[in-house]
């Protein structure tokens, strides 16, 4: 799973700095220092790593419900669906349910508040930019979060988007120093990689799901394991309790 994650991140943060690229860009990072630059580039990224950590930690609560409700294999497998279908549905078919309609006023409030944040340079700057930055609408995220739900645990589904921002820090970095470092033909090949990558990512969990007995991919599940070794063994129950024990009939 947290292989994936990271798998997912380093591949997604081609998408990454296309779409936050001029965030980075636009850091109000110092020029002249290098030892002071690193160091606001790393508070950048931990905020967003912590932001991708909540957004984790919410969405492992709501498949943790599927997980009491003993629905964690069927959850993997309508999480692998949905990303198959996602990737191989046509852009205007899934464009018109866009679910990120209702929220439209509380990103517009994020991004008025990222551009305040871009104008100053004080130390927690850089946190609060990379924070507010987690919290933008992106198809890759959105696609890690079907795997902080799968996990069907808070902590988890936490670690999983903290290590798909992991995944993201490298590109995102080169970026920050490099700027437009990357032609138009390589671009276009990495973006053509990454649906191919997510469809992967739906059929393992769909194979996870299944429940085939396959050690790491597709464990078999915990109640059937614990039911077929279960045996009662009374005789051994009156050897040790003597003879005056009857067990019940």
Do not use: W
């Amino acid at each position: 799973m947290f292989v994936s994650a990271l798998i997912f991140g380093l591949l997604g943060s081609f998408h990454c700095v296309g779409m936050c690229g001029p965030i980075a860009f636009l850091l109000p990072v110092d020029r002249k220092n290098p030892v002071k630059k690193s160091g606001q580039i790393a508070l950048y990224h931990i905020g967003r790593l912590v932001s991708y950590g909540i957004i984790g930690l919410l969405f492992g609560l709501l498949g943790r419900s599927f997980y009491l409700f003993g629905m964690q294999q069927q959850l993997s497998i309508i999480v692998g669906l949905l990303m198959i279908l996602l990737i191989l549905l046509p852009y205007r078919t899934v464009s018109r349910y866009n679910f990120s309609k209702p929220i439209f006023k509380a990103i517009s409030a994020v991004k008025s508040r990222l551009g305040a944040a871009l104008k100053k340079r004080s130390p927690d700057t850089f946190l609060t930019i990379g924070f507010l930055n987690g919290f933008l609408p992106c198809g890759l995220v959105y696609m890690a979060v079907f795997g902080a739900i799968a996990s069907g645990n808070a902590v988890e589904g936490s670690l999983y988007m903290a290590v798909f921002g992991l995944g993201t820090i490298p590109l995102m970095t080169t970026a920050i120093y490099f700027g437009n470092f990357l032609s138009g033909k390589v671009r276009q090949y990495i973006r053509k990689s990454i649906p191919v990558f997510v469809v992967l990512m739906g059929c393992l969990f769909v194979v996870r799901g299944l429940g085939l007995g396959i050690p790491y991919i597709s464990p078999t599940p915990m109640m059937e394991t614990v039911s077929s070794s279960y045996q009662c063994h009374t005789p051994v129950l009156s050897e040790t309790l003597g003879p005056e024990y009857q067990p019940l009939k």
